[in-house]
């Protein structure tokens, strides 16, 4: 079965420093989403992409982050300059275009940023 | 953001029971709800999802409810397995490709 895979699994950071995120999502998806669930809070949601832009995004997702799709299979997030409350798990998200309120979601990242 | 609701945060059920699971909203522009199951140190894992204009949705051992009037849906399982404990989380969006709002979540644990 086609799942959705995130690089690194663990990434420990510094303060200040810049941080890229790297999720291959499944092939032939249309919509891709980043969350993240900060330990012990809900999972929220941070930014949809679709058709190489952003569709919606929320307050979390501020000029320190960006997304970008490089190369047609793979799906970044990007934190310019990390924040000690960045520090969650942060989860890519996918869906087709059939049933497209299905989001398949990889097993995460898990930043801690010092 | 209270949106979505899991007022239980844990539920213990015995093995072959039915395991019942609540979720509560408040957004009536929400279309779609959906159910998830994690594991720690994974993804949230799709189970079932169902669209406001139907009531109730089956796959397998998983049911899904919806009540409208009364902003509420659940999710039943039957019978409960071991492998079932996990934490359950319900999510919802208003649009077929938009944003998911999350619940809290509820620790599902099936005794054998």
Redesign the interface.
């Known amino acids: 079965e086609p799942e959705?895979t995130?690089t690194p699994s663990h990434q420990v950071t510094q303060m200040g420093q810049e941080v890229i995120l790297r999720c291959v999502p499944i092939s032939n998806h249309l919509?891709f989403?980043w969350?993240r669930q900060i330990l012990g809070q809900?999972?929220?949601?941070l930014v949809?992409f679709?058709n190489n832009e952003i569709?919606?995004k929320?307050e979390i997702f501020d000029d320190q982050f960006s997304v970008e799709r490089p190369d047609g299979s793979n799906f970044t997030l990007k934190i310019r300059s990390t924040k000690l409350e960045d520090s969650a798990m942060y989860?890519c998200?996918c869906?087709s275009g059939r049933?497209?309120?299905?989001?398949?979601?990889?097993?995460?990242t898990?930043l801690l940023v010092l | 953001d209270q949106q979505v609701k899991q007022n239980s945060p844990s539920l213990s059920v015995q093995e072959g029971r039915i395991s019942i699971l609540n979720c509560d909203y408040t957004n009536s522009m929400f279309d779609y709800f959906l159910w998830y199951k994690k594991y720690p140190a994974e993804g949230p894992t799709f189970l079932i999802s169902i669209s406001s204009i139907k009531d109730k949705n089956e796959d397998g051992r998983f049911t899904v409810f919806l009540n409208k009037s009364a902003k509420h849906l659940s999710l039943h399982i039957v019978p409960s397995q071991p492998g079932d404990s996990a934490v359950y989380f319900c999510a919802a969006t208003p649009t077929s490709y938009g944003k998911l709002t999350f619940g809290q979540g509820t620790i599902l644990t099936v005794h054998p």
């Open positions: 959705v995130q919509y989403y969350y809900k999972v929220e949601f949809s679709y569709s919606e929320s989860f998200a869906s049933r497209k309120e299905t989001q398949y979601f990889g097993p995460g898990r």
